[in-house]
Structures are given as structure tokens and as C-alpha cells.
């Protein structure tokens, strides 16, 4: 009996401290309405418009939506927007439907830009692929004139250039004596070197503006393409060096293709080993005679 009378001392008093702690002690919570809220940063798109205007006719036309190309890029970014394509045909209309105007695509680029096309430039570049783009959707080549230009301050956004392009309708077709401009592409072709069994070259700026010329003349003059020869030195075996050439002559056309000129217009043919215009016992000689001839033929 005593021992049940200490039992429930002890449970009266463990039940009495239990209930005093809830009763009379605080619990610490932090208010909700205290915890700070951060709302994510919103990424307002850069807007450059597209806009085409003829100071001396009657063509307006404007919209948000431009051409796009990654940093050191020529490549039009897609897909594009439908303003830039309701432009693009009303533009078309606009020009097939005017003989005497004509339309000046300017591309520019940045000084942070390399330039890895076949262009003088990376604005001539981009303002090609412009060109390529307008003529696809039915525009004559014959109505377009390209121009790059070096220019501060371009609108770019995580490495994108935003409409690094402008648009310039004009009475001038700017491409005088085409028909000599071809004669002296025949004469003075585009002339590239490899070295032994190796197909990659790079253009020098000289190349580059022969290339811009081809491109012109191609735009501009009626029944115009572009052949490739590739030649190849002494060594190895004839049939192989058949074969070499033939790769050095496609490697440039892929090249060629990727900078604007449409494969359908592209020629090429391999003499191997058969033309040398140098001595091939020499190591000078046979650097010149592993080289592709650009040129063009009408």
C-alpha cells in the first residue's frame, strides 16, 4: 500500500511538470510572414527592329524581329520571326514589281569578332547570307547589293548579335562592268596551296577579295559558275594523286558552299598530277603544283 501511495506521487508530479512547461514556456517560432521572399530577375529581350525604308518612294516597313547570328558567326539564326519574313515579301514585291530600285544589305560586325568565312569581312558575310536568304524567298540576285561594316555598339545578348543588319533600297545596282569583272576572274583565279596529303587552307585577304568578286559576278551576270581544279605534286602514285585531287577540289566546295555559293553552281574536276607548272624534283616545284584553281566559267 505504501508503495502504490509513492507511485502516485511520482506520477502527479511528472504530470504537473509536463503541463506547466506547455502552459507556461514559449515555444520561439520565426512569423511566416517574416521570411524574405526573392523573386527571380526577369531577362528583358534586346529588341533591334528591322526597318526598310525608301527615302524616295513609298516602301515603309518595320518590325521587332531581325536577323540573328552567334558571336563570329555568319550563320542566320533560326527560326526567324514572322515580321522579318512579312517584310521580306513585301519587299520581293516591291522590287521585282520596280526595275530601277535596288536594295543594299550592310552586314556589320564587331572589333570582339573573328572573321572565319571567305569574306573581306564578317559583316560581307553576313549581309551574303542575308542576300542568300532574300534571293530564296524569291528576291533577284541582280537586285542586291552587300557591303560589310565594322561597328561599335551592336546589341548582343549571351553571345547572340541582334540584327547586325541594315537594309537600304537605292536606285543603284553597284556592280559596274560584270562582264569584265568575269574576264579578269578568268585570268587571275583563285589559286590555293596544300601541303602534302593534307586538305586545309586558309584565304588570304587577297583570296578574299577575288572570292567576293566570284560571288559578285556569279550575283550579277547570267549563266555564271564556279569551277574547281585541283592539282597534285609527284609523289605517290598517279591514280592516288587522281583521287588527292579530287578531295582537295570537294574540300574547297564544301568550303565554298558553307560561305554562300549554292552546290548546284560548283564544278570540280582533279588533274592529278598531269598539269605541273613547276619542277617536280625540287621541293619548291612541287609546292606549287599541289594547288586548287578557283575560277569561274560562263
Excluded at 522590287?95 to 569581312?121: H, M, R
Excluded at 549554292?262 to 606549287?288: L, Q
Amino acid at each position: 500500500m505504501k508503495s502504490l501511495y509513492l507511485v502516485g506521487i511520482i506520477i502527479t508530479i511528472i504530470v504537473g511538470s509536463f503541463f506547466n512547461w506547455i502552459l507556461c514556456c514559449e515555444v520561439e517560432a520565426t512569423p511566416i510572414e517574416n521570411i524574405e521572399t526573392i523573386a527571380p530577375k526577369e531577362t528583358s529581350m534586346v529588341v533591334n527592329p528591322l526597318v526598310i525604308i525608301d527615302s524616295t518612294g513609298n516602301f515603309n516597313y518595320k518590325t521587332n524581329d531581325n536577323f540573328n547570328f552567334n558571336k563570329s558567326d555568319f550563320i542566320i539564326l533560326r527560326p526567324l520571326g514572322a515580321g522579318v519574313e512579312e517584310g521580306i515579301a513585301q519587299l520581293k514585291d516591291y522590287l521585282n514589281g520596280d526595275g530601277a530600285k535596288f536594295i543594299d544589305v550592310t552586314g556589320f560586325y564587331s572589333i570582339a569578332e573573328e572573321n572565319n568565312s571567305a569574306f573581306p569581312n564578317l559583316g560581307l558575310a553576313r549581309a551574303n547570307a542575308v542576300k542568300n536568304h532574300l534571293i530564296a524567298k524569291g528576291v533577284s540576285s541582280k537586285k542586291i547589293n552587300t557591303y560589310g561594316e565594322l561597328k561599335p555598339n551592336l546589341k548582343v545578348q549571351d553571345s547572340i548579335y541582334v540584327g547586325p543588319v541594315s537594309f537600304v533600297i537605292t536606285n543603284d545596282s553597284n556592280f559596274k562592268d560584270a562582264e569584265a569583272v568575269v574576264e579578269n576572274i578568268k585570268k587571275n583565279p583563285i589559286v590555293l596551296y596544300f601541303e602534302t596529303g593534307r586538305s586545309t587552307i586558309t584565304l588570304t585577304e587577297e583570296q578574299r577579295a577575288k572570292y567576293l568578286s566570284i560571288v559578285q559576278a556569279m550575283d550579277k551576270v547570267d549563266d555564271v559558275s564556279v569551277q574547281i581544279i585541283g592539282h597534285t605534286d609527284t609523289t605517290g602514285n598517279a591514280e592516288n594523286n587522281k583521287v588527292l585531287g579530287k578531295e582537295r577540289a570537294e574540300f574547297i566546295k564544301t568550303y565554298l558552299v558553307r560561305n554562300g555559293i549554292s552546290s548546284e553552281n560548283i564544278e570540280t574536276i582533279s588533274r592529278g598530277e598531269t598539269e605541273p607548272i613547276a619542277d617536280n624534283n625540287t621541293n619548291e616545284g612541287r609546292a606549287k603544283n599541289r594547288r586548287t584553281v578557283i575560277t569561274i566559267k560562263n
